[in-house]
């Protein structure tokens, strides 16, 4: 069957035609009541949920605002310590390192001023220890145990019992002792 096209107009003219305009009104009624019934009850049950009593009410309201400002403390926060840290000549990254309990210039200052001393010192024991001639621990090495072990390989070959390492090396380093 062929698929016909029609306007609205020449749909009408041709229920109007056919003489079925009659029964095609009442069923166009009926559906449309259905319809109508159907978005009724929809609306008065999304209603029933809307109607919440004045205490509910203030109670969201309440959880909205608490939720508002913690976010806007947060975020207050966050830019405090970024300009503290630009001010201290120090990386927006190491934000993450600052932990203050609240949102009092003095102290993110105060912390802030903390962190530069201690990546301060950091440096100045690299330099101390370059200046003496040894080596910075590797990253991971903390305890330094990297460099102590180098030193007692090199006083072994040489003789010296200067290591904290107690062991045999060769029968020559036990008769130079």
């Known amino acids: 069957m062929e698929e016909i096209e029609l306007t ?15 029964p095609f ?20 049950a999304n209603q029933g949920k809307k ?8 109670t969201n309201l309440e959880a909205e605002l608490k939720e508002i400002k913690d976010t806007n403390l947060k975020s207050s926060l966050n830019n405090s310590i ?12 190491f934000a993450q390192y600052i932990k203050v309990d609240s949102n009092d210039p003095s102290e993110i200052v105060k912390s802030v001023a903390e962190l530069k001393d201690n990546l301060t010192k950091i440096e100045q024991d690299k ?4 200046l003496k ?6 990253i991971g090495d903390k305890t330094g ?9 090199k006083n072994a070959g040489k003789g010296k019992t200067t ?8 029968e020559e380093v036990k008769t130079n002792e």
């Open 8 to 22: 609205e107009s020449q749909l009408l003219d041709a229920i109007k035609e056919a003489g079925i305009d009659k």
């Open 25 to 44: 009104q009442a069923y166009i009624q009926r559906i449309g009541d259905k319809r109508l019934s159907e978005g009724l009850k929809t609306y008065q």
């Open 51 to 58: 109607n919440l009593s004045d205490s509910e009410k203030i």
């Open 82 to 93: 970024k300009a503290a840290l630009k001010e201290a000549g120090l990386s927006e990254g």
């Open 127 to 130: 330099i101390d220890l370059k």
């Open 133 to 138: 001639g040894e080596t910075v621990p590797l």
């Open 145 to 153: 145990t990297g460099s102590l072990l180098e030193n007692y390989i």
């Open 163 to 170: 290591s904290p390492f107690k062991g045999r090396i060769s």
